[in-house]
C-alpha cells in the first residue's frame, strides 16, 4: 500500500509566479490535511479538506491560497502570485476517518522556493 | 485556542543514554490526543506514540515512553537506550475532540536532539 504521495518534491518560483502542488491520498483514505513548514519552525495548519468538500481552511492565508481535493484525482494547493515569504515546505497528510485511531499519514513534503 | 509549547529547542544525549524532551500544552478541553512525530533529515514526518487524555496510564512503544500530566498539562517523551538513527527533530503535538467539525493537529515548534557516539 502505497504511502502519502507528493509531488513535485522540489518546486522553485519566481515572484508573482503559480505554484500548484499535489498530493495522493492513501489507498481508502478520504480526508487530507495540508501543513506548512517555515524554516526553523513547526508545522501550521492550513487546511482540511474531504472529497469535493473544504471542511476546515482556518488555517489558510486569506488571499493567493487556495485548495481542491476533487471526486477524481490529487488534492491541489495552489498559491497565486507567490512571494518569498512563501517559501516553505508543504506537507500532506491523509487518513480514513477522524477517530483517535485513524492516525494522519505523512507525505514526504514539497519544498517551495520562491527567488 | 490551543497552544503547544517546546522549551527545548535542542537536547543532546549519549548513545545507549536515556533522554527526555518536554512538551507543555494549553487547553480548556477535556478530551483530547496527544502525539510525539519524528522529523529526521529526510524530513518525513513520523508517529512515534500517541496518547488519550482520558487514559491514566502512560503510553510505551518499545524504547519511547511518555509522562503524561493531565493537571499540569504537561506531555514528555522518554527515549530510553538512544541509538544513533534518533537523531532527528521531534515535534509534540496536540488534537482536540472538534465533533467531526475537524481534524487538525497543533504542533509545538520542535526539539532537536543530537545523538553522540
Known amino acids: 500500500n502505497a504511502g502519502v504521495m507528493q509531488n513535485p518534491r522540489h518546486l522553485v518560483r519566481r515572484r508573482g509566479q503559480e505554484a500548484r502542488l499535489r498530493c495522493s491520498p492513501m489507498k481508502g483514505h478520504s480526508h487530507v490535511y495540508w501543513y506548512r513548514q517555515l524554516p526553523e519552525e513547526g508545522l501550521k495548519f492550513m487546511v482540511y479538506?474531504?472529497?469535493?468538500?473544504?471542511?476546515?481552511e482556518s488555517g489558510m492565508p486569506k488571499e493567493r491560497f487556495s485548495a481542491e481535493f476533487p471526486k477524481e484525482g490529487p488534492s491541489i494547493l495552489r498559491i497565486q502570485q507567490v512571494v518569498r515569504g512563501d517559501s516553505a515546505a508543504y506537507f500532506c497528510?491523509?487518513?480514513?476517518?477522524?477517530?483517535?485511531?485513524?492516525?494522519?499519514?505523512f507525505g514526504p513534503g514539497t519544498r517551495l522556493t520562491v527567488t | 485556542a490551543q497552544t503547544v509549547t517546546q522549551s527545548q529547542p535542542e537536547m543532546s544525549v549519549q548513545e545507549a543514554e536515556t533522554v527526555t524532551l518536554s512538551c507543555t500544552y494549553d487547553t480548556s478541553e477535556s478530551d483530547y490526543y496527544l502525539f510525539w512525530y519524528k522529523q529526521p533529515p529526510s524530513r518525513q514526518m513520523i508517529l512515534v506514540i500517541r496518547q488519550e487524555a482520558y487514559k491514566q496510564q502512560n503510553a510505551t512503544e518499545n524504547r519511547f515512553s511518555v509522562n503524561f500530566q493531565k493537571a499540569a498539562k504537561s506531555f514528555s517523551l522518554k527515549i530510553s537506550d538512544s541509538q544513533l538513527g534518533d537523531a532527528a527533530m521531534y515535534f509534540c503535538a496536540y488534537r482536540g475532540n472538534y465533533g467531526g467539525a475537524t481534524n487538525k493537529l497543533i504542533f509545538g515548534t520542535g526539539t532537536l536532539l543530537a545523538v553522540q557516539p
Open positions: 479538506l474531504q472529497k469535493e468538500n473544504i471542511i476546515d
Open positions: 497528510a491523509s487518513s480514513i476517518g477522524i477517530g483517535i485511531n485513524d492516525e494522519q499519514y
